[in-house]
């Protein structure tokens, strides 16, 4: 199985602050369509996980233009530009190039 | 509006079984692979399961091969998941979500809850 490992698995943020999540893997994301199937997920509390990013850096429809993702290879990043209240959850990456995977999940909380 | 909804969930005894349903809307439910999602509490996303449009093909997570069965009814718009010999480590909410592998998650369901104890 491919490994993925987030970091930091805590994330205090000050709103209006930017934030950022890491993400590798235990191996290469690219597919032999050329495209690299990395997906970014959100979780507030008690909700179903949303995905916020996929292929990398494709924000789905209703995201916030704030979330960006970027990468390639084994390393990603999620970012966000100015951490709103809303955006207090976890954050998960996955990769779906092989049966998918997820990374342990990060916890964003505001300070 | 897509949606997804789960159903059947509960608390069944080691070594029991259960069939859990997604019900699906919103979308043409016979074009896509559909999959399921766990989530033991506290912890984070495991895939389990998957299943392309047609049901011709199925695909399993090492923790439920050969104990666990992914099906659909394309003419009911709803998935399932058949659940035998349960263990406690099944312990989770069950998501279904829409697509397969790289194209996995742009819709979910809100989860249904299996409880394996005695």
């Known amino acids: 199985d491919v490994v993925m490992t987030q970091s930091p698995l805590s994330l205090p943020v000050t709103l209006g602050q930017p934030a950022s999540i890491s993400c590798r893997s235990s191996q290469g994301l690219v597919y032999s369509d050329g495209n690299t199937y990395l997906s970014w997920f959100q979780q507030r509390p008690g909700q179903s996980p949303r995905r916020l990013i996929y292929k990398v850096s494709n924000r789905d429809s209703g995201v916030p233009d704030r979330f960006s993702g970027s990468g390639s290879g084994t390393d990603f990043t999620l970012e966000i530009s100015r951490v709103e209240a809303e955006d207090v959850g976890v954050y998960y990456c996955m990769q779906g190039t092989h049966w998918p995977t997820f990374g342990q999940g990060t916890n964003l909380e505001i300070k | 509006e897509m949606q997804l909804v789960e159903s059947g969930g509960g608390l069944v005894q080691p070594g029991g079984s259960l069939r859990l349903s997604c019900a699906a809307s919103?979308?043409?439910?016979?074009?896509?692979?559909m999959s399921w999602v766990r989530q033991a509490p506290g912890k984070g996303l495991e895939w389990v399961s998957t299943?392309?449009?047609?049901?011709?093909?199925?695909y399993f997570a090492d923790s439920v091969r050969g104990r666990f069965t992914i099906s659909r009814d394309n003419s009911k718009d709803t998935l399932f998941l058949q659940m035998n010999s349960l263990r406690a480590e099944d312990t989770a909410v069950y998501y279904c979500?829409?697509?397969?592998?790289?194209?996995?998650?742009?819709?979910w369901g809100k989860g249904t809850t299996v409880t394996v104890s005695s």
């Open positions: 299943i392309i449009n047609s049901g011709g093909s199925t």
């Open positions: 979500a829409k697509g397969l592998r790289g194209v996995m998650g742009d819709v």
């Open positions: 919103g979308f043409t439910f016979s074009n896509y692979a």
